[in-house]
């Protein structure tokens, strides 16, 4: 584990320093550590982002001073709080997992929302049908959530159906679009432009500012896609 | 109502210091691009620190009060009237009922903070008053001022504040006018920094970087010498910050303000001081900034100094109140 400054407000843990050899493994690590540093209620820490392999801590520098850091070794004195707080707890009476939601969302692949399914297609060369089978088939973990509020950055996707993003980003692309980008595929919950490869569209909100929490997914959910007709995305909609 | 935007400006809205607690969710941070700006004029205004302001890019807001305010700016080089007279950066002033206070174009700097006594009452969306530009939600319906907007204010505070027109003091010169012609940003080193060789390096902190013209409150983008890391590795996807220095493939660095991203996967070659994101914070298209290196401690007794100096400001300014 290595801890590293993000400017002078901020600190990185990274827990491992590779996601793709093992991300189950790895996302455990990254789930563990983030739960850990928010027991720890270390003074002077704002808040707690995890991401693949990191979790960072945001800080306020004047807090931790008050909470008796010396001024010129702040960093110092927090890193080592963040190393006492990730070992102390051990592995001691606690289930070395930890109980993960799984979230279904529903996908209508209707070519009028599936901008680049014929393309991911042609790429894997399978039939769209296939895809849209591959695509339901796997099972898919949240992996870092950003990009825009509420974005879920999902591994897990067939290797079959990586595909490189686009070489010219969509100035536009509708909320609640389902999308590959490479290795990796996602959901824009938000109007906004993207280079993904869209494949089909979803009726669930995947952020609601008046929801606390106010993305429906977050880091370590299993996800899980099922195919939705029209008629049902419509109804759905309502 | 009480404050009617008769001209809402370039790109005026409404900011707080900022929303956390989100992160993990994509939310950004947000907030006036210099919460400690925001945080000064709100003690000249005589009000809460973290109370609601308007944020004004480039000019152009006029504002009519419809009751008596305390008001206060600081920021860029505006020309600021109430009515005909002259507001300069760091002082306060009342504005009467009727008052019209005018932000015309920006001679240096790009951005001002303003208060009002009482604060902007807009609903808390997330924890903030913040407006989130790019989610489009906080602050005025998630959206920048247009004109005509009408804008509720909170409570007066009490009458504990000499009614005079503008005050004879003002705040110090380095908090309330940030805008600078020659801007040298400090900054520490970033995780990334070792996979840049001594020469680009060499570049980093003895070149200047032009400011481009697609800049906005996410970042500011550079023009200047290519920067090129020794290795081609693709970096994984983590947290980056305000003041966050990230260098694209194509070699010009993007210097992240408020707005940016949770996230980013582009090396991180520095991060500016949280004391000189103020002056960052200024930089418009056609400047040149330059960056010079300190150390983590030296970044942390420098925001000790000024949050010191602050409150010895905040002493005597409860001092004139009374």
């Not at chain 2, 004029?41 to 807001?61: C, K, P, Q, R, T």
């Not at chain 2, 070792?194 to 902190?205: C, D, E, K, V, W």
Request: with cysteine; proline share 7%.
């Amino acid at each position: 584990m290595e801890i590293t400054p993000l400017g002078d407000s901020a600190l990185i843990v990274r827990v491992r320093d590779r996601f793709e050899d093992a991300p189950q493994e790895t996302l455990s690590d990254v789930l563990r550590t983030f739960r850990r540093l928010q027991n720890a209620d270390i003074p002077g820490v704002i808040e707690l982002a995890p991401a693949y392999t990191t979790v960072a801590i945001f800080f306020d520098p004047l807090q931790v001073a008050k909470a008796g850091a010396k001024p010129n070794q702040a960093f110092d004195w927090l890193a080592e709080r963040v190393r006492a707080a990730v070992a102390v707890i051990g592995d001691r009476g606690r289930p070395r997992t930890l109980p993960v939601r799984v979230i279904q969302i529903p996908v209508c692949y209707d070519p009028e929302f599936a901008f680049d399914l014929d393309h991911v297609a042609a790429r894997a060369h399978v039939s769209s049908r296939e895809v849209v089978d591959l695509h339901n088939a796997a099972e898919y973990r949240v992996s870092c959530v950003g990009f825009v509020p509420g974005f879920p950055f999902l591994s897990g996707l067939p290797k079959k159906l990586a595909t490189p993003r686009r070489a010219t980003p969509r100035k536009e692309i509708p909320a609640g679009s389902v999308a590959i980008g490479g290795a990796q595929t996602g959901i824009y919950p938000m109007r906004s432009p993207g280079g993904w490869n869209v494949i089909g569209r979803t009726p669930l909100r995947l952020f609601d500012p008046e929801n606390d929490p106010p993305a429906l997914l977050r880091v370590g959910d299993r996800v899980q896609f099922h195919s939705i007709t029209r008629e049902e995305f419509e109804v759905l909609m309502q | 109502m009480n404050a009617i935007a008769i001209r809402a400006g370039f790109l005026t809205s409404i900011q707080d210091l900022g929303r956390t607690g989100f992160r993990q969710f994509g939310v950004s941070l947000g907030g006036a691009l210099d919460s400690f700006a925001l945080r000064v004029a709100n003690l000249l205004a005589g009000g809460d620190e973290s109370a609601a302001g308007l944020e004004i890019s480039f000019g152009g807001l006029q504002l009519r009060f419809a009751d008596e305010r305390i008001v206060a700016w600081c920021g860029g080089g505006f020309d600021v009237r109430i009515g005909s007279t002259s507001l300069p950066a760091g002082h306060r002033a009342l504005a009467r009922a009727g008052d019209e206070l005018k932000f015309n174009h920006a001679q240096s700097g790009c951005r001002c903070w303003l208060a009002i006594s009482g604060g902007i009452d807009v609903p808390f969306v997330l924890g903030s008053r913040a407006t989130d530009l790019r989610a489009n939600f906080g602050g005025f319906n998630g959206r920048a001022l247009r004109d005509g907007d009408a804008i509720r204010l909170g409570t007066r505070p009490g009458s504990a504040i000499p009614a005079t027109t503008i005050s004879s003091w003002s705040a110090p010169k380095p908090w309330s006018q940030t805008a600078s012609s020659a801007p040298i940003l400090r900054f520490v080193r970033g995780a990334d920094w070792n996979s840049f060789n001594a020469s680009m390096l060499q570049r980093f902190t003895s070149e200047s970087f032009g400011v481009s013209s697609d800049s906005d409150r996410m970042g500011v983008r550079l023009a200047g010498p290519e920067l090129q890391r020794t290795d081609d590795v693709d970096l994984i996807s983590e947290a980056v910050a305000p003041g966050t220095i990230q260098v694209p493939p194509g070699g010009q660095p993007i210097l992240l303000l408020g707005d940016c991203q949770t996230i980013g996967g582009y090396p991180k070659i520095a991060h500016v001081v949280t004391v000189d994101l103020g002056i960052a914070a200024q930089l418009r298209p056609g400047d040149t900034v330059r960056f010079r290196e300190i150390s983590l401690p030296e970044a942390h007794r420098l925001l000790f100094e000024r949050e010191q100096e602050l409150e010895r400001f905040r002493i005597g300014l409860s001092l004139q109140n009374k």
